[in-house]
């Protein structure tokens, strides 16, 4: 979850290279394979391999350097795709927005609108495991997955995409602290306590909202197991993206 944003909050994000602290350009469009990943996003440069993300800020989007490769044919624009069940052609709605990891790929939901979610007030959240099969012809859902359909509210309710900026800044700030306290290995009570010590720390300095603290604290609470898992794959994925690098760099020259 703590990685997981909006399809509609990277579009127009600057993409900036970290190593040379360059722009080169703004996202486009996010792009996924036929199982439905998440493996490029394009901008002004060209389509550059998720894996290369740093990080994503509310202004940029960071990457590890200026990849930008020829992407394979077999690529799907998920964005306004059509939804269909087995036992019927006719579409009933479109994707109006994804949730996605962007440091795997992986979808995390899908937002519909159209026939399909005006019982949920215009936009309902679908699931991954609902979709049965993405192709040129859209998206075709399980038959028993528009009852499974929740609120946009209620769908999304657990990411932390849907947070404040003010909530966001103060998981990524805590975050950062608690990954210099703690380690994969840890066991859950020592990240607790360790996730207690350091709101209480910036409760005490009176700079911040309480109940922006206070959720703040919780969501990384309900979160931690996923926080740990996190830095155990961070070094890898970085090391990764480095690689990746270099090899299409010595491949080019």
Do not use: C
Not at 44 to 67: R, V
Not at 225 to 237: A, K
Request: charged share 25%; no cysteine; net charge negative.
């Amino acid at each position: 979850m703590f990685n997981v944003i909006r399809r509609s909050q990277i579009i127009g994000l600057t993409a900036m290279d970290t190593s040379t602290a360059t722009r080169y350009g703004s996202v486009e469009e996010v792009w996924v394979d036929d199982n439905g990943r998440v493996v490029y996003f394009a901008s002004d440069a060209g389509y550059t391999p998720f894996e290369q993300i740093a990080t994503i800020g509310p202004d940029a989007l960071l990457t590890y350097s200026e990849l930008a490769l020829t992407p394979p044919p077999s690529l799907r624009r998920l964005h306004q795709m059509a939804i269909r069940t087995p036992s019927v052609s006719t579409p009933l709605g479109w994707v109006e927005d994804f949730l996605f990891d962007w440091e795997t790929g992986d979808l995390a939901a899908y937002i519909l609108a159209g026939e399909i979610a005006a019982p949920f007030g215009g936009r309902a959240v679908l699931f991954p495991e609902d979709v049965e099969a993405i192709d040129v012809e859209g998206i075709t859902i399980k038959e028993e997955a528009p009852n499974r359909l929740k609120s946009e509210a209620e769908g999304l309710k657990g990411f932390l995409s849907e947070k404040s900026q003010q909530v966001k800044a103060l998981v990524k700030r805590m975050g950062d602290r608690l990954a210099k306290l703690v380690s994969p290995q840890d066991h859950p009570e020592v990240v607790r306590v360790k996730i207690k010590e350091i709101r209480n720390e910036l409760a005490q300095s009176g700079h911040h909202d309480k109940n922006a603290l206070e959720e703040a604290s919780e969501f990384l609470q309900d979160k931690w197991e996923e926080f740990q898992h996190r830095l155990s794959r961070t070094g890898t994925r970085m090391k990764q993206a480095i690689d990746t690098a270099w090899k299409q760099f010595t491949h080019s020259s």
